[in-house]
């Protein structure tokens, strides 16, 4: 898909709005932007996935809290600018 409808379906949701939006404050778990969004971490994790995709979220730095099982991801915003101009415009060419 290209990289315009794809940014553009990042950011037609409220919830990935939100998501950006705590990210904003720092890292998070999936734990804590479910508390956040008052959701299943498995919906939540389904708008991650979107929003990595575009470039604008990303994962890094597994923490492990004490016993066994798998360490916790925690989520963070890649700082990366993404141009939503639609159309993108060349004014080189047309001068």
Same mark, same amino acid.
């Given at each position: ?12 949701? %409220? ?12 890292? %998070? ?5 479910? $508390? ?35 360490? =916790?991801? %925690? =989520? ?9 101009? =639609?159309?993108? %415009?060349? =004014? $080189?060419?047309?001068?």
């Amino acid at each position: 898909m290209e990289s315009r409808l794809l940014i553009g379906k990042a950011m037609g949701s %409220r919830l990935r709005l939100q998501i950006l939006e705590e990210l904003v404050k720092g890292p %998070r778990t999936l734990n804590e932007l479910s $508390a956040s969004a008052n959701l299943k971490s498995e919906s939540v994790l389904h708008h991650i996935r979107i929003l990595q995709q575009v470039g604008l979220v990303e994962e890094f730095e597994p923490i492990r809290k004490g016993g066994p099982g798998r360490p =916790y991801s %925690r =989520y963070k915003l890649t700082g990366k600018m993404v141009n939503i101009q =639609y159309p993108q %415009r060349n =004014y $080189a060419m047309l001068a």
